[in-house]
């Protein structure tokens, strides 16, 4: 079974450019990194620049309607555009 670590990156309130991401979880090598949270698109494009280099074997982006959908994969488990149901 995948193992999955979810990254909230929601502000409190309204978020500007210069607001920083909350800390990056704790991720098992190989992991599959889930970022969640209700957040401009920026937001997202500046965690994923910084989730592509930690440890994670893939990263996805969690959308309520779908599920998690991989945007980046070093891993034969995960490819892009696949769609996890978690």
């Known amino acids: 079974m995948a193992e999955y670590v979810w990254w909230g990156i929601q502000g409190e309130g309204v978020v500007t450019p210069s607001d920083p ?13 889930v ?11 500046l965690a994923i620049h910084k989730a592509h280099g930690s ?18 994969s ?4 995960w490819t892009e555009g696949q769609v996890i149901d978690i």
Request: glycine share 10%; charged share 15%; aromatic share 6%.
């Open 21 to 33: 991401l909350p800390p990056m979880p704790k991720i098992p090598r190989g992991a599959l990194l």
């Open 74 to 77: 070093h891993s034969p488990q």
């Open 55 to 72: 440890s994670a074997g893939a990263v996805a982006t969690f959308d309520p309607r779908l599920g998690a959908v991989v945007v980046i």
């Open 35 to 45: 970022i969640t949270g209700r957040a401009p698109i920026w937001r997202y494009g």
